[in-house]
């Protein structure tokens, strides 16, 4: 299904390297705003700023892809020291193309975290490649933020226990 992402976790923080190497994920596509950091917040927080500096010493690839302006995402990606996709037309494939294109790493050892339904899940979709949810850092309040969310409201995953 469109709407089903491979895998649900609460936060980006809560994903371990040791994960993505049990599932065989080299390399990382990587949504911007409330996944890595708060909409139009120019830096990441200190646990997410951990989880980055954790998975680039383990080596592995990340390249963010995000709808946003380049604007928007050169200055925060030039900050982490990562390549990136702005106006990535998701949940169309391009942008996911182009970012596997650069990592030069099979599809099938690649996946992209995002926090939309419709955007993130749906475009991992287009492009055959595995989809990460993760919930909204926080929640936008812009009209057509809003709109989106109720939208997707009724295709969320359930959240992920927790110390089960």
Known sequence: MLHKPDYVFDSIADISPEFFEKEGIEALILDLDNTLTTHNNPVPDAARLKWFENMKSRGFEMIIVSNNHPERVKPFAEFLGLDFVPDGGKPLPRG???????????????????????TDVMGCRAAGIRSIFVFPIEYETGFWFRVKRTLEKPLLPKRPQ???
Request: glycine fraction near 16%; hydrophobic fraction near 35%; charged fraction near 30%.
């Open 96 to 118: 996911y193309n182009e970012a596997c294109r650069r990592l030069g790493i099979p599809k099938k050892k690649i996946a992209a975290v995002g926090d939309q339904i419709f």
């Open 162 to 164: 927790r110390g089960g």
